[in-house]
């Protein structure tokens, strides 16, 4: 049982480069959720997901897009990088019973030059 | 809308001192409150949460109580140790939000020997 996990853990773009970053859970959960860390910050909402096929904006979701076509996965693409995409994102899921625990990936180091 | 806002860090202890760090919040609904821990390098771990007024959450000699009248969570150790240097994030999630998390900052604990 792997939990959460994130693919790549570390990726360097230049301005303007795309980039797909997966999230991989094997707990059958249906919440999903992009976050972005950054100094002095706190953890601020990208997009999440309630369930396969759908998706959702959350508290920063511009310039960033995001697929759930299967259950266990959740991408979260960045079309076009900008150096203020500089950051350590965080995947995290939940299940939907009532206990709302979210848990999360080990975070993906993204830097945009 | 929902907020969370916690004690300013960095803040530095001797093993075996007495930890507090402070947290309010404030929120649409009834909020469940939560303290995750994020150790160097790692992501983020659910240290212990209360869903409701009055409720205490412990974990690993770690405590917070759900305050209602003073819209609080403040998370406590009697005696800290060297291995609990990490980031700490309070947290709330309201009823009917997807169990979306709303983050404070963080506040980053170094303890020394």
């Known amino acids: 049982n792997a939990g959460v996990t994130q693919t790549p853990k570390f990726r360097v773009l230049k301005t303007g480069q ?66 203020s995409q500089t950051s350590v994102y965080f995947c995290a899921s939940a299940r939907d019973r009532g206990y709302n625990e979210q848990f999360f990936g080990p975070g993906t180091r993204l830097t945009v030059l | 809308g929902n907020s969370v806002t916690q004690m300013e860090g960095p803040v ?8 507090t760090i402070n947290c309010t919040y404030t929120a649409t609904g009834y909020p469940s409150l939560f303290w995750y821990v ?16 009055d409720d205490k959450g412990s974990n690993k000699g770690f405590e917070a109580t759900y305050r209602k009248e003073t819209t609080s969570f403040h998370l406590e150790k009697g005696s800290v140790q060297v291995s609990d240097s990490a980031v700490y994030f309070c947290a709330l999630s309201v009823q009917g939000s997807n169990y979306k998390l709303t983050f404070g900052k963080g506040t980053l604990l170094t303890v020394n020997p």
């Not at chain 2, 530095?12 to 930890?19: G, I, M, N, Q, R």
Request: proline share 4%; with cysteine; hydrophobic share 35%.
């Open chain 2, 12 to 19: 530095t202890l001797s093993e075996e001192a007495f930890l």
């Open chain 2, 38 to 53: 994020q150790y160097p390098g790692e992501g983020l771990q659910l240290l212990l949460k209360a869903t409701k007024a």
């Open chain 1, 18 to 83: 795309s980039m797909t970053l997966l999230c991989a859970q094997d707990m059958n959960h249906e919440y999903m959720y992009w976050y972005r860390q950054d100094p002095g910050m706190g953890l601020r909402l990208i997009h999440y997901s309630v369930g396969e096929g759908t998706t959702a904006k959350g508290e920063v979701p511009d310039g960033y897009n995001v697929s759930r076509l299967k259950k266990q996965n959740f991408l979260l693409g960045l079309e076009s990088a900008a150096p």
